[in-house]
């Protein structure tokens, strides 16, 4: 090398040095105006096997404050996450409002790695792209910044690394069989990677980065990142619109149609109540052992007997294979995250029953109608929901739903009856008569929501519960069936 | 049997029935009482192999409303629980203000069969012992009512129970390896329970039950459940006393006799900053290889430094194995529950650091000083607090704390700066004012902090700085130090 050469390249070098040290001093700045504007921003980090996305992610942190970012790595736990749905350990990490969560590989090298050891098959790897798609897409139309960074090395480069980590004591360790093994079949995972971006990176595009020159590569990272930041601090918060996807949708009732006069006698209830809750215990321990996951959701009107349904329900089933979850309204921490993480994060694992008493429909009903989300929030979780849902029967779920029907002078009956109940006092607020007054619109909303929603993998069910009896049984009946059926196909 | 023993029976079973239904109902009336009281109440159920204890645990729930129980189990996980604490899991999982968690099992199965499997030697078990009563004791005093159940059967009617269950094809599955290797041992494993109990159940009693009589035993308790509930529904809440043990405290001195003028030149700060960094980077390696967990906590005055110092630290360090908590004030759903809860849900995996900016001495500080709690909850603090960094060290962790210093001249100057720099006016509030009011209160407080706490096992480190390179330098040789001794001590 000449000595003009060299200087070239030392001046090149500094310069860089020097355009680092500015764009991690904007970064630095960005961070108090991403917490006031409330943007979560999410980095994912994939490439290559000691390609360096280790040093990528120090040089984005480096002078952020701690209280705005953290990095999640999911390389541990392998049984916990065997038993959830694939996107879970993803879905959890989704950052607050105002905070940057830097995911040190993520969703790819997830479906990659699960299709090169082939623990999936093609068709379930096509699904997996899918599901990606759809999550990414949500998170955007809820408001996240997602950067995503591919950190690209060549085969030669690679060896050369993999050489210098294996020759020192002290980095040794660093090289796992897996990594010898992606460098040995090196041609076939390039041709995964880049299908998988070609596939995922039409809507949320892939930058894929030169990972031989590291302090180009994070220039070039913390560019796109304080690029994208300032655009959507300009811009304000990006607002999905909401489209229809075609799902198979099965034709409802409109309420107004419903038959509310079935009932039992109580010797009938008693008789088939018992039989019933037998089965629905032995079908439990199948379900257990076969690992299916099953998702029961209840809404309804007030005082429409959800309570007591569920507990008919949760009777005969072992404790320890089954829990209710009460959805109330959202606290702080779930509030400053896309609306369906806190249903994330409370699935059930596999073999597990989970009851949601109130579900992620909130958002189409009372999120609608008191102004808590935008119109366009509530008419996109339509579709979002049928994504969300159909990411559930995916990994093997059962889902089914129910609404809880009653009419309105049974309501008012009941109502009466809980007020003039001392012990039964605590179950009627001023809420509940004020939802009252806007049953009307409540019923439009619930309608709407039935027509949208009820797909052949997680249908809708309209119980009649003026008899709380009938209700009770029927609903056992199509848990029962549901459960016979998921069982059978899984022989 | 004679007729009329036929008979005495019959009555006897209904009799125990009705028993059961007017307890279940007794328990109903009273979940709303636990709610409005804000009351959270532990049932720890452990008990033998086919003793009943999922059967008992359904009899206790089965009116219950799902709003105010849950079911915890920890059967699962192996590899992540592994890499916590052995008490993480029941932490986790303790109730919220208001409402029930039922243990299906615990922290005496746990201790017992690690012991019985000679997972763990006689002294860590000893050690475990002392963890749990500590456990429970904190418990208690924050206001937690604990029911401990224990179920009991003869080994012949385990030997019964286990082979119906064994020549049910439905049931088959439930009867483990680890039950018929209980059943086997069965008078070793008699011996440890008991001795188990007898060790942990002087401040809360064991209650154990006879297991062969399924309906009496839920019967008993219930009756247990709903008296202790009544009992503490009229007493009002606990609260305990403050307390000292005799933990090896480090001599301290006072705030005031700390001199605060060691400095350093620019050109010193450089060279030890590189050279100690690069050190850091490598000890982590090492840290990470042998899964040594380390948390460092820092505490001190506003505007003292912390997050520098902490960048400082955090620079040289893998982002997968490290993270920085940052502490505010505590969110709605950890406001209900213990106060040590955020803390041990925000602990590291072995083998990673975790940087705490601000900790559990809020406690001591500012929850002691604006009355967040009682006088009793602040100074049992201090005894509790060294018991549950014990319980950290006892896992394996290296604790340092750091008290970042600097006298109240140089905070107004920095203060001062803060405000006339327009891109550092969002560290300023109102708050950090005020707070500089009480520099005498917070002073005194820190003393009393410093002398209680600065254990062997969990030091205390004041670190002078007026001058942050100062500061940054030594706590760096601080950490490298300590990180050095303990891979020695675990070779």
Same mark, same amino acid.
């Given at each position: 090398?000449?000595?003009?050469?060299?200087?070239?390249?030392?001046?090149?070098?500094?310069?860089?040095?020097?355009?680092?040290?500015? #764009?991690?001093?904007?970064?630095?700045?960005?961070?108090?105006?991403?917490?006031?504007?409330?943007?979560?921003?999410?980095?994912?980090?994939?490439?290559?096997?000691?390609?360096?996305?280790?040093?990528?992610?120090?040089?984005?942190?480096?002078?952020?404050?701690?209280?705005?970012?953290?990095?999640?790595?999911?390389?541990?736990?392998?049984?916990?996450? *065997?038993?959830?749905?694939?996107?879970?350990?993803?879905?959890?990490?989704?950052?607050?409002?105002?905070?940057?969560?830097?995911?040190?590989?993520?969703?790819?090298?997830?479906?990659?790695?699960?299709?090169? &050891?082939?623990?999936?098959?093609?068709?379930?790897?096509?699904? &997996?792209?899918?599901?990606?798609?759809?999550?990414?897409?949500?998170?955007?139309?809820?408001?996240?910044?997602?950067?995503?960074?591919? %950190?690209?090395?060549?085969?030669?480069?690679?060896?050369?690394?993999?050489? &210098?980590?294996?020759?020192?004591?002290?980095?040794?360790?660093?090289?796992?069989?897996?990594?010898?093994?992606?460098?040995? /079949?090196?041609? #076939?995972?390039?041709?995964?990677?880049? *299908?998988?971006?070609?596939?995922?990176?039409?809507?949320? $595009?892939?930058?894929?980065?030169?990972?031989?020159?590291?302090?180009?590569?994070?220039?070039?990272?913390?560019?796109?990142?304080?690029?994208?930041?300032?655009?959507?601090?300009?811009?304000?918060?990006?607002?999905?619109? $909401?489209?229809?996807?075609?799902?198979?949708?099965?034709?409802?009732?409109?309420?107004?149609?419903?038959?509310?006069?079935?009932?039992?006698?109580?010797?009938?209830?008693?008789?088939?109540?018992?039989?019933?809750?037998?089965?629905?215990?032995?079908?439990?321990?199948?379900?257990?052992?076969?690992?299916?996951?099953?998702?029961?959701?209840?809404?309804?009107?007030?005082?429409?007997?959800?309570?007591?349904? %569920?507990?008919?329900?949760?009777?005969?089933?072992?404790?320890?294979?089954?829990?209710?979850? $009460?959805?109330?309204?959202?606290?702080?921490?779930?509030?400053?995250?896309?609306?369906?993480?806190?249903?994330?994060? &409370? #699935? $059930?694992?596999?073999?597990?029953?989970?009851?949601?008493?109130?579900?992620?429909?909130?958002?189409?009903?009372?999120?609608?109608?008191?102004?808590?989300?935008?119109?366009?929030?509530?008419?996109?979780?339509?579709? /979002?929901?049928? /994504?969300?849902?159909?990411? #559930?029967?995916?990994?093997?779920?059962?889902?089914?739903?129910?609404?809880?029907?009653?009419?309105?002078?049974?309501?008012?009956?009941?109502?009466?009856?809980?007020?003039?109940?001392? /012990?039964?006092?605590?179950?009627?607020?001023?809420?509940?008569?004020?939802?009252?007054?806007?049953?009307?619109?409540?019923?439009?909303?619930?309608?709407?929501?039935?027509?949208?929603? *009820?797909?052949?993998?997680?249908?809708?069910?309209?119980?009649?519960?003026?008899?709380?009896?009938?209700?009770?049984?029927?609903?056992?009946?199509?848990?029962?069936?549901?459960?016979?059926?998921? %069982?059978?196909?899984?022989?």
């Amino acid at each position: 090398m000449s000595k003009e050469e060299k200087e070239t390249r030392q001046g090149e070098k500094s310069r860089r040095k020097a355009e680092l040290k500015a #764009l991690r001093g904007k970064l630095m700045a960005q961070q108090q105006e991403i917490r006031a504007a409330g943007l979560p921003v999410i980095v994912l980090v994939e490439g290559w096997a000691a390609a360096g996305k280790g040093t990528l992610i120090k040089e984005i942190i480096s002078e952020l404050d701690p209280r705005f970012y953290n990095v999640t790595t999911h390389r541990i736990d392998p049984e916990a996450r *065997s038993r959830y749905p694939f996107l879970y350990p993803y879905a959890w990490a989704v950052p607050e409002k105002g905070k940057i969560m830097i995911y040190d590989t993520g969703w790819m090298e997830d479906c990659v790695r699960k299709l090169m &050891r082939r623990e999936i098959s093609k068709e379930e790897y096509k699904k &997996r792209v899918r599901t990606v798609n759809e999550f990414e897409r949500q998170l955007r139309d809820g408001g996240y910044l997602i950067l995503k960074l591919f %950190i690209d090395i060549e085969q030669g480069e690679q060896k050369k690394r993999i050489r &210098r980590l294996r020759e020192n004591f002290e980095t040794e360790w660093r090289v796992s069989a897996e990594d010898l093994w992606q460098h040995r /079949e090196y041609g #076939l995972f390039r041709e995964t990677y880049e *299908s998988f971006m070609e596939k995922t990176g039409k809507r949320i $595009p892939w930058h894929v980065m030169d990972g031989s020159k590291k302090t180009a590569a994070a220039c070039e990272a913390l560019s796109l990142l304080t690029g994208m930041i300032d655009k959507a601090l300009e811009k304000g918060r990006f607002v999905g619109k $909401p489209f229809e996807k075609d799902f198979p949708l099965l034709k409802m009732p409109k309420l107004a149609e419903v038959d509310l006069s079935p009932a039992l006698t109580d010797e009938e209830y008693r008789e088939q109540l018992k039989e019933l809750q037998k089965r629905l215990g032995q079908l439990h321990n199948i379900i257990y052992r076969k690992k299916i996951p099953v998702i029961l959701c209840y809404e309804g009107w007030d005082a429409a007997g959800k309570g007591g349904n %569920i507990r008919r329900i949760a009777r005969p089933l072992d404790p320890r294979g089954f829990d209710v979850k $009460p959805i109330a309204s959202p606290e702080p921490h779930e509030l400053a995250r896309q609306y369906l993480w806190r249903f994330w994060t &409370r #699935l $059930p694992r596999t073999g597990h029953i989970c009851i949601f008493d109130r579900t992620w429909y909130g958002r189409v009903m009372v999120e609608r109608l008191e102004g808590f989300c935008s119109e366009d929030d509530w008419k996109r979780a339509y579709n /979002e929901i049928n /994504e969300f849902e159909r990411h #559930l029967t995916d990994w093997g779920a059962v889902v089914l739903k129910f609404w809880i029907h009653i009419d309105q002078d049974t309501q008012l009956a009941r109502f009466n009856d809980r007020q003039n109940t001392p /012990e039964k006092q605590w179950k009627l607020t001023e809420e509940d008569w004020r939802n009252r007054e806007k049953w009307p619109l409540y019923e439009e909303a619930v309608n709407e929501m039935l027509q949208k929603t *009820s797909t052949e993998n997680a249908p809708w069910f309209i119980i009649e519960s003026n008899d709380k009896k009938f209700a009770r049984i029927k609903t056992l009946k199509i848990v029962i069936d549901a459960l016979e059926k998921a %069982i059978d196909s899984r022989l």
